[in-house]
Structures are given as structure tokens and as C-alpha cells.
């Protein structure tokens, strides 16, 4: 077993949260001296997603490539990483160096008890206020100093855990309820078509891209990993991430490769979302269906029948 599955979001937190940033700001000249990774999990994060994922695609020129074919996306991301009764919460934005390099972002994220739905309703917000203070200043003083205000404020009050999703409101900005479902049952499939391909047993990361629900990143962070959280093994680690409004939201389950983090620039044209095959579709479906009555959306659609071979045979 990696160090990632002993360790990750298994710290010892003591009802305190703890906010970290990282990667590129103009007040240094290369990378951001660590602030506040001060968990092993915030690191085992940084590691993955940042020196391994991001830096990764950046030395093989992954990237490159469909910058030039003009299918590469902005950072611009938020994200959430779930495990059991841990998350972390946080943003990617675009951003560079004092020398003016523009390849890697900036990185702000919180770590706290608490489901990932509950993490992202109460520490979305800071972490958006602390970026854009971050991104206002020039100086790694006046950097260090917001990131200790916020730290002070998240923690000066007793925090307690949201209460879980109870309900999901739809509004005119939202998808339509059928394509929500439509992106449930290829969820559904795309995950099936991991663990066929032995990831159960490997516990290897598996990626699934799907449509957003949404084009609030909010919204899409707290719906996705309640799916997961309801769907997958709590004790698997879950990372949601979500692009500007309206674009693909891309799901991981277990430990990522760098690889995985191709998705952070590749619009959907290169890495299109998941559809479900024709022959699970009725289950899924169903399943799908069940599982948004639950979350308070009553659609008025009844699943898809396939006719047997014999039937379809007669018909014709």
C-alpha cells in the first residue's frame, strides 16, 4: 500500500482548518515558498496535483500540443478532495512568476473535517476572497499576511460540519433535468468501465469526465462528490474538479497519476465526457433516477426500455 492510501486525509485535524497556497505568484521569482502546508495531506496534495500532475504535462509537452490546435483550456478550477470524514477545497488560477512565466498557476486550498458537499459550502467562499487578495498585492508579505487572516478567521469560530445535501435546486442557469441524467448514467458507466479494467484491485487512480449540472463550480463540486460519496467506498479518496461555467467536471477515484491531470487543459474536444453503453442503459437510468428523487429533483421522465432480440424480431 502507497504512503498515499495510509496517510492521505487521515490527519489528526483536532477540529481545526488549515488553508495552504502554493505555485506561481509575480511577488517570487520561481514557485511560492510553501505557506501552510502543515499537514501531510496538504503536501501528499501539492505532490500530486501540482509537482507531479501539472509539472508532469508541462515536461512532456501534453500540453503543448493542443495549445497549438487552440483546444487547450485556462486554469481556472476549483476543486474538492474527499475521503471518509476529511476534504480539501480549493482553487487553481491562472498566474506567474516575477520573471513573467505563465506556464504553472497559483494554488489555494483548505483542509477540514466533514464531507466534501459540507467542506465546499463553508470554505468555497474564503478561498475565492483569499485568491483574489493574493492576486491584488505584490509583495510575499502582504501574501503571507492574508493567508494568516483567513487562517484566524476560519478557525476563530468553533466550525461544525453543514448539514448533509438535502435537496438540489435547479434554476433557469442550470442544465436541463434529462441532460443531469444524462451525465449520471455515464458517470455510472464510465465508472464501470474503470473497474473492469481491474482498478478495484490495483487501486490506481481511474478518471471519468462527465457534463457539469451547472454553471456554478459550487453547485457542480457539492453534487459530484455527494454522487461519489453515495456511490463509491468511503474510504476511497475522491477528487472533483470543475472548469470555468459550463465546461466538463472530471472525477478521480483512488490515488491519481500524473496523467490524470491531462484533463485540467484539455477541452472537450480532446478528452470528451463519458456516455453510457446502450446495453447499460436501463439499469443505470434507473439508478440515476432513484438517486436524484433522493436529492429532492422529481423527474417526469421514465427510464428507456430496451426490447429483447425475440421481441424486436417479431416487431419486424
Known amino acids: ?108 486550498c483548505t483542509q477540514a473535517e466533514g464531507s466534501g458537499a459540507g467542506a465546499v459550502r463553508s470554505f468555497l467562499l474564503p478561498i475565492e476572497r483569499l485568491g ?4 491584488s498585492v505584490a509583495s510575499q508579505e502582504a501574501v503571507r499576511d492574508f493567508h ?18 438535502a435537496g438540489l435546486a435547479l434554476d433557469d442557469k442550470d442544465r436541463s433535468e434529462e441532460l443531469i441524467l444524462e451525465a449520471l448514467v455515464g458517470l455510472a458507466s464510465g465508472l464501470k468501465r474503470v473497474r473492469a479494467r481491474g482498478f478495484g484491485n490495483r487501486r490506481v487512480g481511474a478518471h471519468v469526465r462527465v457534463e457539469s449540472i451547472s454553471p456554478q463550480a459550487a453547485k457542480n463540486l457539492e453534487f459530484w462528490s455527494d454522487y461519489l460519496e453515495q ?43 463519458s456516455r453510457c453503453d446502450a446495453r447499460d442503459r436501463v439499469k443505470f437510468e434507473a439508478e440515476a433516477i432513484e438517486y436524484l428523487h433522493s436529492r429532492g429533483i422529481a423527474l417526469r421522465l421514465v427510464p428507456s426500455r430496451r426490447k429483447s432480440w425475440l421481441a424486436r424480431l417479431l416487431v419486424n
Request: glycine letters at 6%; proline letters at 6%; charged letters at 25%.
Open 148 to 165: 494568516s487572516r483567513t487562517c484566524a478567521e476560519l478557525n476563530i469560530r468553533a466550525f461544525s460540519a453543514p448539514a448533509p445535501l
Open 1 to 108: 500500500m502507497t504512503r498515499f492510501f495510509k496517510a492521505f486525509l487521515r490527519d489528526r485535524l483536532e477540529d481545526r482548518v488549515h488553508a495552504a497556497v502554493f505555485g506561481k505568484h509575480p511577488a517570487w521569482d520561481d514557485h511560492i515558498d510553501d505557506i501552510g502546508l502543515v499537514t501531510e495531506s496538504l503536501a501528499l496534495a501539492k505532490r500530486l496535483l501540482y509537482l507531479e500532475g501539472i509539472a508532469g504535462q508541462l515536461a512532456s509537452g501534453a500540453w503543448d500540443r493542443i495549445e497549438s490546435s487552440g483546444q487547450a483550456m485556462d486554469f481556472d478550477h476549483r476543486f474538492v478532495w474527499c475521503r471518509d470524514k476529511q476534504a480539501i477545497v480549493g482553487a487553481i488560477w491562472a498566474s506567474t512568476d516575477g520573471k513573467g512565466r505563465t506556464r504553472f498557476p497559483m494554488v489555494i
Open 132 to 135: 483574489l487578495q493574493c492576486k
Open 231 to 273: 456511490r463509491v467506498n468511503p474510504d476511497e479518496p475522491r477528487l472533483v474538479m470543475v472548469g470555468s461555467a459550463g465546461l466538463p467536471v472530471d472525477l478521480i477515484t483512488g490515488e491519481p497519476e500524473p496523467k490524470d491531470f491531462f484533463c485540467l487543459r484539455a477541452n472537450d474536444a480532446v478528452l470528451p465526457p
